[in-house]
């Protein structure tokens, strides 16, 4: 993974300002472009990590945290009125794939 990544993903796990994680706690509000760029940092890093034996626990509880505070967040009414709960369910099996990969070493999708 690299510095750039790593740092991306700290922030967002830290719910630092303008992080996704931020803007889904505190104002309740989804961002899919920072969503979206998420994800795609998330599989970066898990493919870098899916031959590996040790993961930083710092990865580890970020990924954890997103895959199960995310579903349970949007359940929360504020957020049927940005969209429908297909999107939800399908960004929420977006981050299960990606802590799957981490978890695992393998792509939960191809």
Not at 10 to 37: H, I, V
Not at 40 to 57: D, F, G, H, L, Q
Not at 75 to 90: C, G, I, L, N, S
Not at 98 to 108: D, N, P, R, S
Request: glycine residues 2%; proline residues 3%; aromatic residues 16%.
């Amino acid at each position: 993974m690299n510095a750039e990544d790593e740092a991306f993903l700290r922030s967002e796990f830290n719910a630092e300002e303008g992080s996704f994680l931020l803007q889904l706690r505190t104002e309740a509000r989804w961002d899919e472009t920072r969503f979206r760029k998420l994800i795609e940092v998330m599989e970066r890093c898990a493919e870098a990590y899916a031959s590996t034996e040790s993961i930083p626990r710092w990865l580890a509880a970020g990924f954890w945290y997103l895959d199960t505070f995310v579903p349970d967040q949007v359940k929360h009414p504020a957020f049927a009125k940005q969209h429908d709960v297909e999107f939800f369910r399908e960004r929420c099996e977006d981050l299960a794939c990606a802590a799957y990969w981490f978890f695992t070493g393998e792509a939960a999708r191809q």
